[in-house]
Each structure stands twice: as structure tokens, then as C-alpha cells.
């Protein structure tokens, strides 16, 4: 037994730092948390001390069996769970529960899985920072109270089964807001001048007008001016320039990063990083600040200097503009500088590669340039035209890399010929072109990141979660739009006559951009109305700061936590008694035969359309909205064609075929099956041509691929991805397999495989009573009977429970219901 025991939070973090230490070490994961509140109620003493209840999982129990043994039996524990304040939480929670004492454990923190990070740790051990433990229970007590506070509300006011959060709400209302921006915006018209214009040399290069025309008529009255017009360079100025490099990577501007060059969502950016990070590839990705060790700016210099050239080098120091930065951490960097690429799987490469080039070019310096910029005249009107050109004089850190940007209209300079102030030019055309102001950019996922960060809300270790959170949710979905074309028209004056074109171009593309739903418009509405404080950004902010605070030992956690609750509670006390439903209503207009109202509004399983008020005698239709309807988008027309469902579009192979809608969507009807309509496809646009399609597809996707033993074996994509299924079994198909081109072999590996793993997994089969015990997940037992199931702990002496025994546990079970049922008929 090894004298020393060291707890990480990760298998694969185990399995990397075992690696550097000697055969005194052991090294285990706690599988991340051990302990938590638990999951049925509230869990936090809001009548007393704001004391949390922590408990361990079931799922974890055995996990904090196993390493308490191991820890009675070491000399010295070390806990080495992350550095942030989740970290600190974690070995907190071990020292608690697996009542470890402060004479033989200590905390270790490291910021790189490396040889030299981790024997270092271990030569500066330090205790537990309470403090960093108690901004952490601060910020997981409040979430939990505003969580579990607000949802019952919500539920109540708007809709079953919804949940609100902190940061996550603040985070939804962001996004509702830019909707609402974009939805007011009405686009104006102007056009823009271009030209392009070739000097005494023959060399051509380009040039605008700095000013619009707001009508056609007035481009097209400078453009009359402009013929047989002569032109002459009127300004010229030509002056160096620097461009400096961005500061190495933060979580962040890692995430936004990855965002704009790879196209990777901030959870993939975030899970690819953790891996390189456990592989000892690179510094702890959940970090918001851009310092850099000295260690690492000195490597840094040296790779430079070696693969560029000493002239390359220019060691510097960045400051963070992120409010609350943990200046303390590093910034996001390789661990070793002169490794310039990875091999390990294409997406951690490229990754890799990009945290790389960002941290040497940070430490690089500027790029020198020419600017020039020049003004073009004429002798026919007073308009002149501008050009802007750069040369790179000196490369710097563009030898490795450029940040990129979220701006769409960002026009990079180019070079420039040589010229002299009253040089003539020849004008070969001039273009007006109709253009649009475009409305406010929707967020993708790392904008948001960059606006949140921007507000002060939420640390390094939220964002992913909080993003994923509310799509998960369904208050926010990424759009699947590719845009709509456009016309827009285009004058061009060239030797000597002037012509028009009609010309189009694709506008409102939504494509992976953050869009609120109907749900989540109608939440965050009753939200904004009724708790306003909790949806302030500068409260959720202010809430941040505190527990920066309390990271500091400035403030005491319960103090704050006590401070909030007062009012909150009140008011949610107040809005669950006073407040009106929500339901985001909106009248479309009148039935023409009934007379009766027609609204658009959320429902119990989605928004829908209203026919009727529920207070009337005859009970209101409703009809769900389809496809990509929206409450704020969809018409009268629109919404009074939903109540021609179900509607019989003809008949196929002597049989009819039905479009209607159901609880889980649309769907054609033919021969007593149902046929799923695509996501987002409107029933009311379905042809008997699309139907046919439809169900032709069905009876390809149903049609046997082969069998096995004299039965048929099918194959689809379900909800676990690609499976085939055989005898009533269901079997997962991995990537070991060519799914599109399963061969007959495969087919019977895979059967043969699964029914492997089901006999070894068999325990007991009582056929005569219909029960069978099989071994299930964490060494425990599942005893079966039909579709009814009981688990049975790990302790069991599986090989010595009979056939007696499983009888009176489904016995047992059968009289709890029954017993259950009772009961609530009495209440």
C-alpha cells in the first residue's frame, strides 16, 4: 500500500500524474463532486444560519467508500483538485466526508499537468482556503434558492415543468432583447460608390466615395456628372504604423476564438481544452486572466528567437479588462512552447495549434507597416473619392498569427501602387450600388460569451454551462434559416454610358445564431415583470463582485446570502399569490364564422392558436403552431389554416393518406402507421407528392437489411444514434462500423456480440415465475420481471437470493402502488 494517496477530480487526470510520481504515490479520482445538495428539496436551513445540506449521491457512495479505505490506510492524503473555487469546494468536501484530519492532508494546486508543475505542488503544499470554499457555497447556495424558489412560480404562472436560474435567465434576456432589437429594426436604403481607377503606370486599384446617396436618383445625377469627368490624385500621405499582438488566450477569448476560426460551440471548445489539459498539454483552461509566468514568457522568447529570429522577440505583460479577474491565475498557454503541434485527434490538434500560435505571437513583436492613404478629385463636381492601402514593412508576431473578429463589415486594406500628388487617372468604371443598413447581429454562442463577460456576469467556469443550459431548456434554439434573397439595384458608369442592373442577395440568415423560443420569450416577460432585480445585469454583476469578496475574506457568505433572501422571498410570496398567468397572448383577430376571438398564445405542450374564451360555454379549439411558426411571427391566415388539419390529401396504392398534427407533432397517416414529418416542416405545405416521399422513405428505413437465425434485421437512427434492431433487441452500432454498408458479417458480429454480453449478464432466469436477475451498472443487481424492474445493492449475495425472494419483491412492489394509489384518491 502506497504511503501517500492523491485525489484528483479525473480519471484521465489520474492516469497523466501517476505518471510522474514515484511508486510511494497513488493516485485516485473523486469522479468530480462527491457531495452536493440534494436533488428533492431545497437542502439550505433558509429559517436559520443559511447552513447547506450536503449529501453523497447514490451514484457516488461507493466512490467515497473506496477512497476513505484508501485514506485510513495512508500516511498523507493530498488533495489535488482544481485550483478555482470549484476546486477548493471539491477538496473541502473530501476532507469532510472522508473525515480526514489536518495532521496528515494537505492542498496541492497546480495549473499545468507537467512533471515540474506537479513536484512542485508537492514541495509547496498549503491547507484548504476556506475562503475560496465559502464565495463557492455562497454562489451554489443562491443559485439553488433562486432555482428553487422561482420554478415553482413558473410552473404555476406559466407552464409545468420549467425552471429558472440566475445567470441563466440573465443570460436568456440578453438574447430576447437583440430579438426585439432586430424585430423593430426596419432596414433604409442608400447607395454607395465604388471605382476603380488605373494609373500612368497601368496599375489598377480601387477607391469609394465616403459618402451615400440616399435615392437612386442621386447616385445616378453624380454619376451623369462623372462623364467625360478627368481625374487626378488630390492627397496623398504615406506614414508608418504598428499593429501590437493580442494577449494570450483566457477562457474567454479562448471560446471566442475557437468560435470564429475553428467553428467550434464554447461546450466543444471547453471539452477539447479539458483534454489537452489532462493530457499535460496545456495550463488550466478556466482562467480569466492574460498573465503569463516568467518561466513561460522567457520559453516563449527562446522558441522565438530559435524558429524566428531574435528580432521577432518582445517579452511583454498584458492586464485584463475583465471585471473581477482572478489576476493570481495564468492565462491559457502550452506547456511546452517548443512543442508547435499535437497528434492527437484532428479537433485537439487544431485547438492545440491556435492556443500555440495566440501565446508565441502575444510574446512577438509589432508589425511594422505603411499606411497610405490617398484623395482622388475631379474637375466636373466637388466629390472625392478616398483609398486606403498598407504594406507590411516588418512581419512580427502576423509571422504566426492574427485575432479575427466578429465584424461582418470589416474591410481589409490592400496594397496601394505608387503614386504623386497630380497624377491623372483613368477612370475604368463607376459603380452605385443600392445597400441596406443591416440590423443588430443576433449572438452566437461566443458573442454572448464576450457580452456577459463584458457585464460582469458569471466566472469562467459558467459560461459553458449556462449556454448549454438554456438551449437544454428550450428557452433558446441556434437558427437553421439560410435567408431570404433580396433585389437590389446597381448602376454602373463605364466608357462613357451608364447601365442598370437588378441584382440579388441573401438577407436574414440565422444560421447557428442564438434565437429565443416562444417559451423562452413568454418566460423571461413574466421574469423582467415580476423579478426585476433578479434580471438586472448590474445586480447580477454586483452579485459576482460579492463573491469576489468573499474570495478575499472581505465579506462573510451568509451575511450576503441573508441580505438577498429577505426580499426575495417576499416577493416571490407576493407574484405567486398576486400575479396574473402568463401565457405571451396575442389577438390575431375574429373568426368569420363563429365571431369569436382568435388568439395566439402558450399552452400546455407549446404555443398554439385559440379559437373561443375559456370562460365561454362551448369549450375554445386549439390548434399547435408548425414548423418554424413563432407566437410573434405567425398571421391570422396562417393561424386559421392550423384548424384545416387533419386533412386527407388523396389516396396511394388504394388506401388514404392523412397530414394532421399530434401531441409530438406532425405526421402523415397511411395503412394505420404514422410517418414523422421533418423538424420545422409545415404540415399545411405537404402535398401528396411529399407524402408519397414520405412514406416511401418510412418503408426503405423499415425494409429488412438481412437476417439472422431466419429473422429480419432493420436499421435506423434513434435518439442513441445509429442501431439495428433484431428479435425485438436493439443494438447500438459504433464507428467501428461502416453504418451506410453493413455487411452480412457485421451484422452477425454485432447480434452475436449483444447476446454475448446478455448471457454474461445473466445471473438467474426463473421462466417459470418470469423473473430473471441480471447484473446492472456500479456492481449492483436488477431483478426483472416484464416492463416492472428492482434494483438490488451491490452488498446482495446475488448467487444465494432465490426465486422465493423475487417473488415477494414484486409482490411488495404491487402493494406499495396499490397502497400509494389509495392514498391520494383520499387527498
Known amino acids: 500500500m502506497a504511503k501517500n494517496l492523491v485525489i484528483v477530480e479525473s480519471p484521465a487526470k489520474a492516469k497523466t500524474i501517476e505518471k510522474f510520481l514515484g511508486k510511494d504515490f497513488q493516485v485516485e479520482s473523486s469522479f468530480g463532486h462527491i457531495a452536493d445538495l440534494p436533488s428533492k428539496e431545497l437542502g439550505v436551513n433558509v429559517e436559520g444560519d443559511f447552513k447547506p445540506k450536503y449529501i453523497v449521491s447514490s451514484d457516488k457512495k461507493s466512490v467515497v467508500k473506496k477512497l476513505k479505505d484508501l485514506a485510513k490506510k495512508a500516511e498523507t492524503v493530498w488533495l489535488a483538485s482544481d485550483e478555482d473555487r470549484e476546486g477548493e469546494a471539491i477538496a473541502w468536501h473530501l476532507a469532510e466526508q472522508l473525515k480526514l484530519t489536518k495532521d496528515n492532508t494537505k492542498r496541492i494546486v497546480f495549473n499545468s499537468i507537467t512533471k515540474n508543475a506537479i513536484l512542485k505542488a508537492i514541495e509547496n503544499p498549503r491547507t484548504i482556503n476556506y475562503d475560496l470554499v465559502d464565495a463557492q457555497q455562497a454562489r451554489r447556495v443562491l443559485d439553488r434558492i433562486v432555482g428553487y424558489e422561482l420554478s415553482p412560480v413558473l410552473w404555476r404562472k406559466v407552464k409545468a415543468g420549467l425552471s429558472a436560474g440566475r445567470v441563466q435567465s440573465v443570460a436568456v434576456r440578453l438574447i430576447v432583447e437583440k430579438e426585439r432589437e432586430i424585430e423593430k429594426f426596419s432596414p433604409v436604403a442608400s447607395y454607395r460608390i465604388d471605382a476603380e481607377f488605373e494609373n500612368e503606370e497601368g496599375k489598377t486599384f480601387k477607391a469609394k466615395l465616403l459618402k451615400n446617396f440616399d435615392t437612386k436618383e442621386e447616385a445616378e445625377r453624380f454619376l451623369n ?116 503541434e499535437v497528434s492527437v485527434d484532428y479537433d485537439q490538434d487544431r485547438l492545440y495549434s491556435l492556443i500555440w500560435k495566440r501565446t508565441l505571437a502575444s510574446q512577438m513583436s509589432d508589425a511594422e507597416l505603411e499606411r497610405t492613404s490617398l484623395k482622388i478629385s475631379n474637375n466636373k463636381n466637388e ?255 396562417e393561424a386559421m389554416d392550423l384548424f384545416k388539419l387533419p386533412k386527407t390529401l388523396g389516396n396511394y396504392e388504394g388506401k388514404e393518406v392523412e397530414v394532421a398534427s399530434g401531441r409530438y407533432g406532425p405526421y402523415i397517416k397511411f395503412d394505420g402507421k404514422y410517418v414523422s414529418l421533418d423538424k420545422d416542416e409545415n404540415p399545411m405545405s405537404v402535398d401528396m407528392d411529399r407524402a408519397i416521399e414520405l412514406i416511401e422513405a418510412k418503408r426503405k428505413a423499415d425494409a429488412p437489411i438481412g437476417t439472422y437465425k431466419e429473422m429480419p434485421i432493420q436499421k435506423g437512427v434513434g435518439r442513441f444514434g445509429p442501431f439495428i434492431k433484431w428479435n425485438s433487441i436493439f443494438i447500438n452500432v459504433n464507428k467501428k462500423y461502416d453504418f451506410d454498408n453493413l455487411s452480412q458479417s457485421d451484422l452477425e458480429e454485432l447480434i452475436e456480440d449483444k447476446l454475448k454480453k446478455e448471457q454474461e449478464k445473466l445471473i438467474h432466469d426463473w421462466e417459470d415465475v418470469g423473473i430473471r436477475v441480471e447484473k446492472a451498472r456500479w456492481g449492483r443487481f436488477n431483478v426483472i420481471k416484464g416492463k416492472s424492474k428492482v434494483e438490488l445493492p451491490k452488498t446482495t449475495e446475488i448467487d444465494k437470493f432465490t426465486k422465493e425472494e423475487a417473488v415477494k419483491l414484486f409482490e411488495a412492489k404491487k402493494t406499495a402502488k396499490k397502497t400509494a394509489k389509495k392514498t391520494t384518491k383520499k387527498k
Open 383 to 637: 466629390q472625392r473619392f478616398s483609398a486606403n492601402g498598407e504594406v507590411i514593412t516588418f512581419e512580427g508576431f502576423l509571422k504566426v498569427y492574427l485575432e479575427g473578429t466578429d465584424d461582418e463589415d470589416v474591410e481589409q486594406d490592400g496594397m496601394l501602387p505608387k503614386m504623386k500628388v497630380g497624377e491623372e487617372l483613368v477612370n475604368e468604371f463607376i459603380s452605385a450600388t443600392e445597400r441596406y443598413t443591416r440590423p443588430p447581429a443576433r449572438f452566437t454562442e461566443a458573442s454572448l460569451v464576450k457580452r456577459l463577460e463584458e457585464l460582469g456576469i458569471g466566472r469562467p467556469s459558467t459560461y459553458a454551462p449556462t449556454i448549454s443550459t438554456v438551449q437544454r431548456r428550450g428557452y433558446v434554439e441556434k437558427g437553421t434559416a439560410e435567408g431570404t434573397e433580396r433585389n437590389y439595384t446597381q448602376l454602373i458608369l463605364a466608357k462613357g454610358v451608364i447601365a442598370e442592373k437588378e441584382l440579388t442577395e441573401k438577407v436574414g440568415a440565422d444560421k447557428g445564431k442564438l434565437m429565443p423560443t416562444d417559451i423562452g420569450n413568454v418566460v423571461n416577460d413574466f421574469l423582467v415583470e415580476n423579478f426585476s432585480t433578479i434580471l438586472d445585469y448590474g445586480f447580477t454583476a454586483k452579485v459576482e463582485s460579492d463573491f469576489d469578496e468573499i474570495a478575499e475574506g472581505k465579506e462573510d457568505w451568509t451575511a450576503i446570502i441573508k441580505g438577498f433572501y429577505k426580499d426575495f422571498h417576499n416577493t416571490v410570496q407576493d407574484v405567486a399569490e398576486n400575479a396574473e398567468r402568463a401565457s405571451g397572448q396575442r389577438l390575431l383577430g375574429v373568426d368569420p364564422e363563429s365571431g369569436k376571438n382568435v388568439y395566439v398564445r402558450l399552452g400546455r405542450f407549446g404555443a398554439m392558436v385559440q379559437i373561443g374564451e375559456a370562460s365561454d360555454e362551448e369549450k375554445p379549439k386549439f390548434a399547435s403552431l408548425q414548423g418554424d411558426q413563432t407566437m410573434g411571427s405567425i398571421t391570422f391566415e
Open 225 to 340: 456628372s462623372c462623364l467625360s469627368a478627368e481625374f487626378k490624385v488630390d492627397e496623398l500621405q504615406t506614414k508608418p504604423a504598428k499593429k501590437s499582438p493580442a494577449a494570450p488566450f483566457t477562457t474567454s477569448t479562448l471560446q471566442q476564438e475557437a468560435s470564429r476560426k475553428l467553428g467550434f460551440p464554447v461546450a466543444k471548445t471547453m471539452m477539447m481544452a479539458q483534454r489537452l489539459y489532462e493530457a499535460g498539454l496545456i495550463t488550466y483552461m478556466r482562467t480569466d486572466s492574460v498573465n503569463l509566468s516568467e518561466e513561460a514568457k522567457q520559453a516563449a522568447a527562446e522558441e522565438i528567437t530559435k524558429s524566428y529570429g531574435k528580432e521577432f522577440s518582445k517579452p511583454r505583460n498584458y492586464t485584463t479588462k475583465a471585471k473581477g479577474a482572478q489576476e493570481a491565475h495564468e492565462a491559457i498557454r502550452p506547456t511546452n512552447m517548443g512543442q508547435h
